[in-house]
């Protein structure tokens, strides 16, 4: 790995480091809306099946289509805050770390949540990629709803969901009916730029009831609202994502169905989003004020193309996923702050600034089979098999400057590559058994066995080539369920689950303090989860609650440590989480809904970890121990016009952005904050007209940060809320 004269350089380089097929029926039979103001039910795929929401025994969250167009979310973080449990850091599209129920050690060596585009598994699996903090960004336009399973989904979604999943489930074609959508935004910020949208979708069937096809495309403009202050550029965060969907269907029999789809979206920034702040909570400049040399341009080009086939085989349902995915994304981080003051110092380099660029680049391939029995017996079983192949190269150079931002000639600073392999084999099956009509349990288990293998190449000031290294690991898992449904309209359920990351290689270095070699590998970190929850509903829905409790034992996590200037992997510690979340949603008369999300967590290491400078007891970062949502929509749907009103609040308390004595993340308190959003709209003929204002007391509201650029007493890069937006957006259907 990467040497370096303090924990912080090798930081700064590494960490900054399916299409759904229901099991029912493989004819894809049209799910009711996922819609609170419909009154339809809300149908999820969490266990791999169709099943109404109210009777999945695990904590879910699911956001329709129509839930998000009226949050006006374009993009992952303008919904995430409204999901109890789901946090996040980020510094703008295509730059996100996803935690769940508070699962992450601030900055995770690999990802803790399974991110998935209907049942295809996305990213790498491995530490070496900077997959941790390049979760996807899905445009969210044509989506039928976004799924969130809070807890380890180790049995069915296998490696690094221990904390949960994140599912974006597209709409699907329509074999019967030819239909289109056109939508279009343009929205205004204080202080920042003039942001747009577009996008259109259009559902042929060619042949009727036999084959049809979905195209759609999108673009968005953000105009930014961070500024730079020592380069004088305004809204430096400005960018855009734009991309499309092909989605063919093809139903020769009603036993037969077999789905494909490409999947493409490109996203550019011309700078980070976030704010320098002081360690003290006092900004550089302002609130929304940046203050480095160098611009930061970030690009990523992502595709997907997957095939899902399903075939009745009498009563047992055979679906197979097949997907193959490239991702490459390209960022400048300027490290002055730290590596031009070490350059002055340590090697008597004069330089005023250093940039580092970065390679990310991903190719995986995966294939997923499996069998399912038919619902409704006495005795209900899915099995199958998972492989993936994923081959990883991180690159990354710095390049230095001196006075006059002049490049320094003949100064190597860090010119490295890393080339990784990952593979994984993997078999899963659970079994359910209805003891009664109202009582079932289920029990499940997945054996996974991943081999990795990298090698560094490397030379520069602060870096070293680094051998080959391989290794293997075998992982199982298990999940048990106990649920009684009192009615159609109330399920208690018991679960017990477990979820993992994986293990991998190491580098090899000689501790010069003990004369002793560097473990060659680093073990995989696991978590046992216990939960309880109940889910009722009044039989005319106009009440419903969702109450869930849980504790995780988390164990073994893994940790970057430096030993000799080079930063390896190793395991240490542990963690107990206890919370619970709550959603309760009312409708007291057509055309009103009101719903409530609360969330509490309490995340603290079990023992002290001194690579982490953390103590015993210390809260684990990123995540607030209370936060809560209110929405209220009113509709009158008895008008043509349809006129709808809406508000939505939000609160959250302080959280904190590493460890207390943390030696390469310095610590960094958010405070605690309230947001009000409200919204109109109105049918105005075949058009839909909706005007908003988020954050309309415009709240300097601290949403996360990052400190690795902060060790030497710098400003943390804080994540602001967007100020005070006015919007409009149009839609059409045809």
Known sequence: MMTSITTVKSRLFLASNAVALSTISPAYAQQAPADDTDHGEIIVTAQKREERLIEAPQSISALSSAALSRLAAKQFVDFANTVPGLQYTSQGAGTSQVSIRGITSGADVSSTVGIYVDEVPYGSSSAFANGARRALDVGLFDIDRVEVLRGPQGTLYGASSMGGVLKYVMAKPSLTEFEGKVQAGVSTTRQGGTSYDGSAVVNAPLVTDKVAVRASGYYSRDGGYFDNVATGEKDVDRGKVYGGRVDVLLAPSDDLSVRLTGFAQNIRRQGGSYANIGLDGVPVAGYLDQAHPLAEPFRSNFRLASATIGYDLGGVTLTSVTSYQSNDTYATTDGSAVYATYLQVLANIPAQAVAIDELARTRKFTQEVRLASPTGQSVEWLVGGFYTHEKSLLRQVADTFGAGLVPLPGVN?????????????????????????????????????????????????????????????????????????????????????????????????????????????????????????????????????????????????????????????????????????????????????????????????????????????????????????????YSVNSSAAKPSFGATVRFATDSTASFDASPSLRQYHL??????????????????????????????????????????GGPAQVLMLRPRTFGLRLSSHF
């Not at 605690?672 to 909706?690: E, F, K, N």
């Open 413 to 633: 600073a860090v010119t490295a590559a890393i080339d990784s392999t990952y593979e994984e084999y993997a078999f899963f099956g659970d079994l359910t058994w209805h003891l009664t009509d109202k009582f079932d349990v289920t029990g499940g288990l997945r054996y996974a066995h991943n081999n990795q293998k990298f090698t560094q190449d490397a030379s520069g000031i602060f870096v070293v080539s680094a051998p080959g290294s391989k290794s293997q690991e075998g992982v199982v898992t298990y999940l048990a369920n106990a649920r009684y449904r009192f009615s159609r309209n109330a399920t208690a359920y018991a679960r017990f689950a477990t979820g993992y990351r994986p293990g991998g290689p190491n580098y090899r270095v000689i501790d010069p303090a003990t004369g002793n070699p560097s473990s060659p590998t680093f073990d995989s970190d696991s978590l046992n989860s216990y939960e309880l929850g109940i889910k009722a509903e009044t039989s005319d829905r106009t009440f419903a609650i969702d109450l869930s409790g849980y504790f995780i034992d988390w164990k073994d996590i893994q940790l970057l440590n430096p030993v000799a200037g080079v930063t390896n992997y190793t395991n240490g510690g542990g963690a107990h989480v206890k919370g619970a979340e709550l959603v309760m949603t009312a409708r007291p008369e057509p055309g009103f809904v009101a719903t409530g999300s609360f969330a509490y967590n309490d995340g603290y290491l079990t023992q002290a970890v001194p690579v982490l400078g953390a103590r015993k007891g210390e809260r684990l970062p990123n995540t607030p121990h209370f936060t809560a949502t209110i929405n209220l929509d």
């Open 671 to 712: 405070p605690d904050y309230a947001t009000v959003d409200l919204r109109a709209g109105l049918s105005l003929g075949p058009v839909d007209a909706q005007v908003y204002a988020q954050n309309l007391f415009d709240t300097h509201a601290q949403l996360t940060a990052q400190t690795i650029l902060s060790q030497l």
